[in-house]
């Protein structure tokens, strides 16, 4: 597994990723650590990056400054990416 992006923001000792979370960010160094990019909400984009578990609850916890959880983006609707909505259909002929 890579190291947490969030260790390195913070130039501490890197520890190594469990998993990815998805924040909402204008930090420079962890859009560019970016595993995943998805909506630009004003200045700040909706990334995903490698994590530590320590790091995935500082930023649950609001502890790291410029950065949030992305599903705590926005209830605007215009700033949430689509979702294609399943069309419903009959298996049987009519």
């Known amino acids: 597994m890579p190291n947490c992006a ?38 700040e984009q909706h990334v995903v990056v490698n994590a530590c578990p320590e790091h995935v609850v500082d930023v649950y916890r609001g502890r790291i400054e410029g950065v949030k959880m992305a599903w705590r983006l926005t209830t605007d609707e215009a700033a949430t990416p689509a979702r294609p909505v399943p069309v419903a259909a009959s298996a049987s002929p009519a």
């Open 6 to 43: 969030i260790c390195q923001h913070l130039s501490t000792i890197p520890r190594i990723a469990t998993g990815t979370v998805g924040l909402l960010t204008a930090v420079p160094s962890l859009l560019d650590a970016a595993v995943d990019r998805y909506v630009v909400v004003g200045p």
